[in-house]
């Protein structure tokens, strides 16, 4: 079992240009990586970035012959040999015209280890004037998420996924100890909640959180916060990226987890 595990979140501003999204990808994966970064989590949307109908157009299997999309981050994870969370993109449903939201995670050998379908789907009017319906082209998944990195637990969530402890519950159930989000959290929302959530999963679970985000301005005059960045179990923010493009790294650590639980053992306590 490792003690400690280096880990990057990769802050993008995507567009709707598949070959030139994942040419950043790559470059930012390398870089994470000769940073020391073992486990590297790119944002929602990192991939592709734009209208409904395009999303359909680049949705791609999991099974059979890889597409470009995951291609790309086995490719990425040989060459690194790095761990890749590839945040979420689409992936082909039941429904043609409503691929899943797919997280997948791919191990330093290039194999697919696990995949997971964001559950919360974002449906809302905001008061800046934004509407958006992401189950009117997005199908919802089911179930809850964890894989093992490097002797590490982590639980898989999307962006939306934030508002809802009971899936953080979930994953912790499973044995958790790090979670992901990579999220495309829009600015109106973000300036105010995305600190304030990503800290209380990380408090109420217990575990390292792991936010990679989208920012700045994307197609249909989307715009989304940044400020990717990294919590202890305590609630401590340890790295955060500031505008723009980059990323943040840090080091996840089994005895500030070990020591969080035991101080405080409130996951023992609970009741319902």
């Not at 993109?89 to 997948?104: G, I, K, L, V, Y």
């Not at 179930?143 to 093992?148: A, E, G, I, L």
């Not at 209380?200 to 679970?205: D, Y």
């Not at 989208?214 to 790295?239: F, K």
Request: glycine share 8%; net charge neutral; proline share 5%.
């Amino acid at each position: 079992m490792s003690d400690s595990l280096d880990i990057a979140a990769v802050q993008l501003n995507s567009k709707d240009d598949l070959g030139d999204n994942l040419a950043t990808c790559r470059a930012w994966v390398r870089r994470a990586s000769e940073r020391g970064a073992k486990l590297v989590v790119l944002p929602e949307n990192f991939a592709f970035f734009s209208a409904d109908a395009g999303r359909r157009r680049v949705a791609e299997s999991l099974t059979g012959k890889p597409g470009p999309i995951l291609a790309a981050m086995s490719d990425w994870a040989r060459e690194c040999s790095v761990t890749v969370v590839g945040g979420g993109f689409p992936e082909q449903s039941p429904d043609p015209d409503r691929p899943f939201n797919t997280c997948a995670v791919v191990a330093p050998s290039g194999e697919l280890v696990a995949s997971y379908r964001k559950i919360h789907l974002f449906d809302v009017d905001l008061s800046d004037g934004t509407r958006l319906r992401e189950s009117e082209a997005t199908a919802a998944g089911q179930s809850p998420q964890v894989v093992d990195v490097a002797g590490f637990k982590v639980g898989l969530s999307i962006c939306y996924d934030l508002r809802f402890p009971e899936l953080y519950r979930a994953l912790v159930d499973q044995g958790a100890e790090l979670i992901v989000v990579p999220a495309a959290f829009t600015l109106h929302t973000g300036k105010d909640h995305w600190h304030v959530l990503l800290r209380a999963r990380a408090i109420e679970a217990q575990a390292w959180v792991v936010g990679a985000g989208q920012w700045g301005r994307h197609p249909r005059d989307r715009v989304t916060y940044g400020h990717s960045l990294v919590v202890d179990p305590w609630g401590t923010i340890v790295a955060e990226a500031s505008d723009g493009v980059g990323l943040v790294l840090a080091r996840v650590e089994r005895t500030r987890l070990d020591e969080v639980r035991r101080g405080l053992p409130s996951l023992k306590h609970r009741r319902l």
